[in-house]
């Protein structure tokens, strides 16, 4: 696969589908979104703040006026509005076809979601874990339905101390937590995978990760941003997600990411996430650990 050049010209048909992307008004996340509007998907722009997700709704229209973008709110970093946006989906919508977990914020200072969680931690794994869950009913009636989780090169940097799961007793490490969230990213992945095939409901579940790209998502870190003119343009960031969401040959537990040095750049392909990533064990401890924080249960 080294030598293949996906792109998004290799995108099927995705007329009739109903998409989640959340995170989506900046980013790869509305560069995800834009792609599939424009082959034919009905796109739902899941954001927190409601004038960015106007912008990103509105822009991705200047573009393609026959787009079917729209926009709800969802705070990940907020149970109840976790819980609130399911509930209106589930109102307006019979199916889901693909959700992607986009959404996540990068090495910001210390600080808490609005439960009480490590902010990387809390939005980027257990919002998404409880999105997912009251969402996954709607998912397991959808034939051919995809759940994407997007992780990083930085889950190689993560391991996760159950013991002081919210920083409260260790010295904050920004790096280090946003690398735990990115490993539990995969953990989730994989795990749901072992839990949906003993029930037999088999929506495919896939992971990517966008390499080095420019965005907004590394303000919080210097030496990123000064950086950035090594990174990919996000029209190239975005592939890998977009690939795990929508390659017909795509299996539950492909994990997709750029092909050359380091998987910084480069076009995306199957890649594989470190040892660390596929022990189950541990994937069944954070599973336990998601129900108990967030109160859903999968």
Known sequence: ??????????????????AIVTGSSSGIGLEAARVLA??????????????????AVQKIINQNSKANVKLMLLDLAELKSV?????QFEQKYTKLDLLINNAGVMMPPYGKTKDGFELQFGTNHLGHFALT?????????TPNSRIVNVSSIAH???????????????KYNAMKAYGDSKLANLYFSYELIDRLGKTGNNPIVTSAHPGWTATDLQRHSGIFKFLNFLAMKIEQGALPSLRAATDLNAK???????DKFQEWRGYPV?????????????????????????????
């Open 1 to 18: 696969m080294k030598n293949e050049k996906w792109t998004a010209e290799n995108i099927p048909s995705q007329k009739g589908k109903i």
């Open 38 to 55: 424009n082959v034919g998907a009905e796109v739902m722009i899941a954001v927190r703040n409601n004038a960015m997700g106007e912008k």
């Open 83 to 87: 819980e609130k946006f399911v509930k």
């Open 133 to 141: 869950g009251q969402l996954l009913e709607l998912i397991n009636k």
């Open 156 to 170: 190689t940097r993560g391991n996760i101390d159950f013991s002081d799961i919210n920083w409260e007793s260790r």
């Open 252 to 258: 539950s537990g492909d994990y997709f990411g750029p």
């Open 270 to 298: 199957k890649v594989e996430s470190n040892a660390l990533s596929n022990n189950k064990k541990i994937a069944k401890k954070l599973w336990k650990v998601s129900e108990d924080l967030t109160g859903v249960k999968i």
